[in-house]
């Protein structure tokens, strides 16, 4: 399994729309991984459950968080060493046919994250407590999918074990962010948390997460603040060892003003498919940073 983190301290720069338009791509049928249709899992780390309404339907999340189907009951259980059924902590997105014409809605399994509750697990849970979440978690998903896709808050700090747990478990963290100025003056904090964990896994002896590189997202190279910015971008990129991905995604016009029922994935693809070829170029990168091949099936 590779697991893909998507994070940056810095809210609404794009870490729920990478990671779905990631997940919508892989599941799609467009690509294969090792020879076959690889199987997707999103774990919404964000207690807003963006991610996670958009891919299943707020009535689904509700309902698993009512049930404690969601990611903190599930890694309370794993810690505790009882036997769990996976099958009880992921929801299916419902397959279908997009009207689109070249991909289908893939078959993509969601994990969904509790609205609140999360403090007092994380208040006492040390630093051992942490590394085990992380362990832990990517143990059981492992014989289960290809690719995992993290999707994290923002705001993060050291007290929000759950999140950082997130980080530690992935194999490697990309960055969305936006080329405008506040979005380049908090970049520093995102990867001062990205590097507190890969200290920890170091000390722990753990495979430390790598940095896969920052996705440049509503972004158009033609744009003032493009270019004002990209080489203090890549500047802040080589500073971490890392690079701005070559491929980008520019605005998407209504994206943001999409109301809640077109939001769900489905109709939000079919209004987009012009956008996306921007999404499978930028997929397809995400696929090589990470160190796998999805073959383009046509
Ligand atoms: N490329 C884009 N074009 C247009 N709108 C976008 C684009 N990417 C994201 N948005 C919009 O910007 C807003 C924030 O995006 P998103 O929720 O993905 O950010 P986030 O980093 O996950 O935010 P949060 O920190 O709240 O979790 C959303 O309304 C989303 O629809
Ligand atoms: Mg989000």
């Known amino acids: 399994m590779k697991t893909i983190a998507i994070y940056n301290n ?64 599930l890694i309370q259980k794993l810690r505790s060493g009882a036997k769990i059924d996976l099958g009880e902590y ?7 046919v997009s009207r689109g014409r070249q991909l289908s809605l ?9 609205r609140d509750g999360i403090v007092e697990i994380e ?12 362990k832990v978690l990517k143990e059981a998903l492992d014989p289960h999918f290809d690719i995992t896709i993290v999707d994290l808050p923002a705001n993060i700090d050291q007290r929000n074990k759950i999140p950082l747990a997130g980080l530690l478990m992935s194999n490697v963290i990309f960055v969305p962010t936006d080329p405008s100025r506040v979005t380049l003056n908090a970049l520093p904090d995102a990867f001062e948390n990205i590097q507190y964990v890969r200290r920890i ?19 158009d190279k033609r744009a003032k603040q493009y270019r004002l910015h990209h080489e203090e971008l890549q500047e802040l990129a080589a500073q971490q060892n890392t690079v701005v991905l070559k491929n980008f995604l520019p605005e998407a016009p ?28 930028v997929a397809l990168e995400v696929a090589e940073k990470a160190g796998f091949t999805a073959r383009s099936k046509g």
Not at 106 to 114: D, F, N, R, S
Not at 259 to 277: I, P
Request: hydrophobic fraction near 35%; aromatic fraction near 8%; include cysteine.
């Open 254 to 281: 209504t994206l943001s003003t999409a109301s809640d029922d077109s939001l769900e994935f489905g109709a939000l693809r079919e209004r987009y498919e012009k956008y996306y070829g921007h999404v499978r170029k």
């Open 201 to 219: 896994a170091r000390d722990q002896k753990i495979k430390v997460p790598q940095l896969g590189g920052i996705i440049l997202n509503k972004t």
């Open 90 to 96: 992921v929801l299916l997105r419902p397959e279908g």
């Open 123 to 134: 208040k006492n849970c040390d630093l051992r407590c942490f590394v085990r979440m992380a």
């Open 10 to 73: 810095k809210g609404g720069v794009g870490k729920s729309t990478v990671s779905l338009f990631l997940a919508d791509y892989f599941s799609s049928g467009a690509v294969t991984v090792r020879q076959r249709e690889p199987r997707i899992l999103v774990i919404d780390l964000d207690g807003q459950g963006s991610s996670s309404i958009s891919l299943v339907g707020l009535r689904t999340v509700a309902w698993a968080r009512q049930e404690k189907r969601t990611v903190a009951p």
């Open 106 to 114: 893939g078959k993509l399994w969601v994990i969904a994250p509790e």
